[in-house]
């Protein structure tokens, strides 16, 4: 496999010394329970587990150039998800006020917590998580500039990447048969379609703003019913997306927004989030700190959907300790104002020493009495079935 | 040429005063003079300790509990003085490796609260965050944010207490009360070397104006032949029998460092 190759050569180039102090790997056993036997299907096992390798470094390769580099692995029981990926591998030359990097590159743009609407570049690793938090490196050119009204960065895509679902067996597949194999373009370019990218980001006393443009092919892809054929096709749209972030940073309580604009050929749509996020510390006479968050989702594609945030509220608590584990626990639960699902999720983490953390992500998802899949798809209608824990053991190196 | 001065300006000052109490007892007249006193001595610690402009160091921190388990933290600190304003650092973890490269960036003022943003390195995430917290736990260490946040003489109220000998060094004792909204702190006592206007020893009440913690500064090395930097500090906290003893290294006064090196742009790239 060619991670593994590049994994080898990496770890070659950098035993001569120089920059193995700059390294970083990590080796994660993932162990998830899910909470339902699948009535009538195949690999539905109720407990899988799971090797996560990462290795990460940022060498310097002289006074104004460095190198960053970030790979993973992850091995499974079931071989449809193992795979492996170039996060990150990038040539980046510094200037006073400048940075050009060429290669591939993971990057992230938003503010809010519970649904990143603005973050596009990326293409989403749904074989590692399905909740799309993991993502696939983007192969890029790009170039940022500080100027005295901000940072504006420009990006040319370089490639495509293809959104790769899990087989329909498998759990957390969404549940859907989905030909991977054969995907769709609206560009004859196919994935070797060229995208661009575009943001300017300023932070003027209490206030943090970014506007951003995107044209290029779509991450999300459409899923067609094809004459003939009992799989969906995904559909690649060519897409232009222009989005606003911007962050309010009074006293203690964080006031965030997110928006988009999204045009297709076939559509254009709108979506939004709304936030806020309170914390305080010296709860209960201690160290610990409390934080306190509700965002509001809206996307005016009411009906049809390849997403579950039309009109939904976010509320989610962090309590963090503040001791010197690092220990902190994050809980928040997703409710749909329109068919009343709940979607709930507690991050658990901490640190036994220097080497060694502990953490547990939990997933719920309810059951909603009535439901019409007809030719609309709501996102969490899937899982149903699927609430797990995982717990994960990772020794860092 | 260093001021010496002052010193004298804050005898004359308390000699006036005491005479003053002799002749009026008027203790609100003495109050005056002592918090004049106690801003003179801390004016002048700010004053010695300006014109270095840039600079970068190593610190190593290690956190003790009661049972004498230890766990260490290691980060490189990048400073750039600021006319007319607090001080920018932008701070990176080496350790532990679970956050490594986690930075974290801070725009300092004086009564305004500070800009603060955190990079998260697993999310390759900027996050502009509040810093009215700035009475939590620095790390899980006895620090608190605002214990690192830029000296500014504008952020206290002061009053000079007592002259008093710390390890064989003639020092001011001055009373530090915080202006700055949400202090963790009543009161902070400073220990100012008369000689070299640099604190030997800091002494920290809660908000609840009990006794919390204790910092000492040791192996004061002079840099530049102007800056006085510790080598090593402790601070003992009294109520939870936890410690944290900072080490530095590698201090580095030349560094060339400017304003676009503590832009938001270089966290993500921050080593």
């Not at chain 1, 001569?16 to 009538?40: C, M, N, V, Y």
């Not at chain 2, 609840?208 to 002079?222: H, P």
């Amino acid at each position: 496999m060619k991670t593994g190759r590049l994994f080898a050569f990496l770890l070659l180039s950098t035993s001569s010394g120089a920059t193995w102090s700059d390294t970083t790997a990590s080796l994660s056993l993932q162990s998830r329970i899910f909470a339902h036997k699948e009535p009538g299907k195949g690999s539905t096992d109720r407990v899988d587990v799971a090797l996560q390798l990462s290795l990460e470094g940022q060498p310097e390769l002289g006074e104004s150039s460095f190198l960053s580099y970030r790979l993973r692995y992850l091995q499974t029981e079931h071989s449809s998800r193992s795979h492996g990926d170039v996060e990150v591998l990038k040539y980046v030359r510094l200037g006073s006020n400048w940075e050009l990097s060429f290669g591939i590159d993971r990057i992230f743009w938003g503010v809010t917590e519970s649904q990143h609407l603005v973050d596009i570049i990326n293409q989403d690793d749904l074989l590692d998580a399905f909740h799309g938090e993991e993502k696939l490196g983007q192969p890029m050119i790009n170039y940022n500039y500080l100027t005295r009204f901000g940072v504006l960065e420009s990006y040319i895509l370089l490639a495509h990447r293809e959104k790769e679902f899990l087989p329909e067996r498998y759990r957390l597949s969404g549940h859907l048969v989905i030909d991977n194999e054969n995907p769709r373009y609206e560009s004859a370019a196919a994935e070797h379609r060229l995208g661009v990218a575009l943001r300017w980001s300023h932070s003027v006393e209490s206030w943090d703003f970014a506007l951003s443009y995107f044209e290029g092919t779509a991450r999300d892809p459409m899923l067609i019913a094809d004459d003939g054929s009992d799989h969906l096709i995904p559909f690649y749209p060519v897409i232009e997306q222009t989005g606003v972030e911007a962050q309010l940073t009074l006293d203690s309580t964080l006031w965030k927004l997110e928006a988009i604009h999204l045009d297709s050929a076939t559509e254009s749509y709108r979506a939004s989030v709304l936030g806020v996020e309170y914390a305080h510390i010296g709860a209960f006479d201690t160290d610990i700190g409390l934080g306190y968050i509700a965002e509001y989702h809206f996307d005016d594609r009411r009906d049809e959907y390849l997403s579950g945030f039309q009109n939904d509220i976010f509320v989610g608590i962090r309590l963090t300790h503040n001791n010197s584990a690092s220990t902190e626990w994050l809980g928040g639960v997703m409710h749909d104002l329109d068919n009343k699902r709940e979607v709930a999720r507690l991050q658990f983490e901490t640190r036994f020493n220097s080497y060694w953390n502990f953490s547990v992500d939990a997933w719920y998802f309810s059951k909603i009495d009535e439901h019409d899949l007809g030719g609309s798809y709501d996102f969490f209608d899937a899982y149903e079935n699927d609430s797990y824990l995982q717990a994960s053991l990772s020794r860092f190196f | 040429m260093l001021r010496r001065v002052s010193r004298k300006k804050v005898a004359l000052i308390l000699l006036l005063s005491l005479q003053y109490e002799a002749v009026f007892a008027d203790t609100s007249k003495a109050n005056e003079a002592e918090s004049q006193a106690g801003l003179e001595i801390m004016r002048e610690l700010k004053q010695r300790d300006e014109g270095w402009g840039a600079a970068s160091v190593g610190l190593a921190m290690i956190l003790e509990n009661p049972a004498g388990n230890q766990s260490e933290r290691k980060l490189r600190v990048s400073l750039l003085e600021v006319e007319g304003d607090g001080d920018k650092t932008l701070t990176v973890f080496d350790e532990p490796r679970d956050i490594k490269n986690t930075a974290f960036l801070s725009y300092s003022h004086a009564l305004q609260p500070d800009d603060q943003w955190i990079y998260m390195p697993a999310l390759r995430r900027t996050k502009r965050i509040s810093s009215a917290n700035k009475s939590g736990p620095f790390m899980g260490s006895e620090i608190a944010y605002e214990d690192i946040s830029s000296f500014e003489v504008e952020k206290y109220d002061y009053s000079y207490v007592k002259d008093e000998v710390v390890d064989g060094v003639d020092c001011f004792v001055v009373e530090l009360i915080p202006k700055y909204e949400h202090s963790g702190y009543t009161r902070i006592r400073y220990w100012v070397d008369k000689d070299r206007y640099i604190p030997l020893k800091i002494d920290y009440y809660d908000r609840a104006n009990q006794f919390l913690k204790t910092q000492t500064f040791l192996d004061y090395q002079l840099h530049k032949d102007k800056f006085w930097r510790p080598e090593r500090s402790e601070i003992e906290n009294s109520q939870t029998d936890r410690r944290t003893i900072l080490h530095w290294n590698d201090y580095d006064f030349n560094a060339s460092l400017n304003e676009s090196d503590f832009s938001r742009l270089r966290l993500s790239g921050a080593r």
